[in-house]
T-cell receptor, first 114, second 110 residues
Framework: GAVVSQHPSRVICKSGTSVKIECRSL??????MFWYRQFPKQSLMLMAT?????????EQGVEKDKFLINHASLTLSTLTVTSAHPEDSSFYIC??????????FGPGTRLTVL | EDQVTQSPEALRLQEGESSSLNCSYT??????LFWYRQDPGKGPEFLFT???AGEEKEKERLKATLTKKESFLHITAPKPEDSATYLC???????????FGQGTRLTINP
């Protein structure tokens, strides 16, 4: 149980384009979903927290107009990187939390912006 | 400021050589302490949640313990497949987000 999927697993795009990443909780309803970014050999950096039906809460320094988060249902959240640039290249990971305290993570999405 | 510190940063062991990873936390009002395992290029995999000092949890060769200031992840007779980065994270009372440590990169040599 507690499986979280992400799609796509890898994406390569041109600078200036937008990319959407989906995060789904497959076997539970997620009251809260989180989006993280991870640089090589570093720990996870929280970008934003989203509760279903509410606006996401962004961490300090994260541009909310660049990283659009939608949590439209209890099993789906999306992260859209708008007008992507090479510095946005990274490993993006989502997590989902049911009514317990534990966050369950997706497998991650590797974004490369050329 | 709430902080989680893991040590060592990296650890190399021979297969079968038991050891412990440390996670020290300075948070105001701990609700839970979490351990995750992360393989390269993958998302973290949940291992344990600990809620109170003195609590212990086990899974195969891993045992997690918790005191009022730190948590240990003990690995007994490790195998090469236990090689991974182990992350600990704290959740404080009233908060939603986890505070992560920097992780310990564990390598088990055959």
């Amino acid at each position: 149980g507690a499986v979280v999927s992400q799609h796509p697993s890898r994406v390569i795009c041109k600078s200036g384009t937008s990319v959407k990443i989906e995060c789904r909780s497959l076997d539970f309803q997620a009251t809260t979903m989180f989006w993280y970014r991870q640089f090589p050999k570093q720990s996870l950096m929280l970008m934003a927290t989203s509760n279903e039906g509410s606006k996401a809460t962004y961490e300090q320094g994260v541009e909310k107009d660049k990283f659009l988060i939608n949590h439209a249902s209890l099993t789906l959240s999306t992260l859209t990187v708008t007008s992507a640039h090479p510095e946005d290249s990274s490993f993006y990971i989502c997590s989902a939390r049911p009514l317990t305290d534990t966050q369950y993570f997706g497998p991650g999405t590797r974004l490369t912006v050329l | 400021e709430d902080q989680v510190t893991q040590s060592p940063e990296a650890l190399r062991l021979q297969e079968g050589e038991s050891s412990s990873l440390n996670c020290s936390y300075t948070v105001s009002g701990l609700r839970g302490l979490f351990w995750y395992r992360q393989d390269p290029g993958k998302g973290p995999e949940f291992l344990f949640t600990l809620y109170s000092a003195g609590e212990e949890k086990e899974k195969e060769r891993l045992k997690a313990t918790l005191t009022k200031k730190e948590s240990f992840l003990h690995i007994t007779a490790p195998k090469p497949e236990d090689s991974a980065t182990y992350l600990c994270a704290s959740l404080i009372q009233g908060a939603q987000k986890l505070v992560f440590g920097q992780g310990t990169r564990l390598t088990i040599n055959p």
